[in-house]
């Protein structure tokens, strides 16, 4: 059982960064993650994802080559490093764990423990 919580969420002008934290409490270090987002009106998305050692990792084409995800097994932390922000990243960003094989970016159906969220949110 793990459980986690997000923080690093905020406001920022376009072009800018963001990192996002997620503290785990629990067997972290046995759980792939994962970094959702669900803006108002849409559907929650995969925006990354990672194994257990954080030498996997999957992307929406999305967050290709402005975010990177990593994780601290010692610390049991997630992270999400987001450069480059657009206002349409704007959205409720949402830490994610499972167990489940990890072999393709996740959707939520795969998700077996959700945290509350953190917001962020890109101006123009």
């Known amino acids: 059982q793990v459980t986690v919580v997000e923080s690093g969420g905020g406001s920022v002008q376009a072009g800018g960064s963001l990192r996002l934290s997620c503290t785990a409490s629990?067997?972290?270090?046995?759980?792939?993650m994962a970094w959702f987002r669900q803006a108002p009106e849409k559907e929650r998305e995969g925006i990354s994802c990672i194994s257990t050692r954080g030498d996997i990792t999957y992307y929406a084409d999305s967050a290709k080559g402005r975010f990177t995800i990593s994780r601290d097994n010692g610390q049991k932390t997630l992270y999400l490093q987001m450069n480059s922000l657009k206002p349409e990243d704007t959205a409720m960003y949402y830490c994610?764990?499972?167990?489940?094989?990890?072999?393709?970016?996740?959707?939520?159906?795969?998700?077996?423990?959700w945290g509350q969220g953190t917001q962020v949110t890109v101006s123009s």
């Open positions: 994610a764990a499972t167990t489940r094989p990890l072999n393709r970016l996740f959707v939520p159906a795969d998700v077996q423990h």
């Open positions: 629990g067997f972290f270090g046995g759980y792939r």
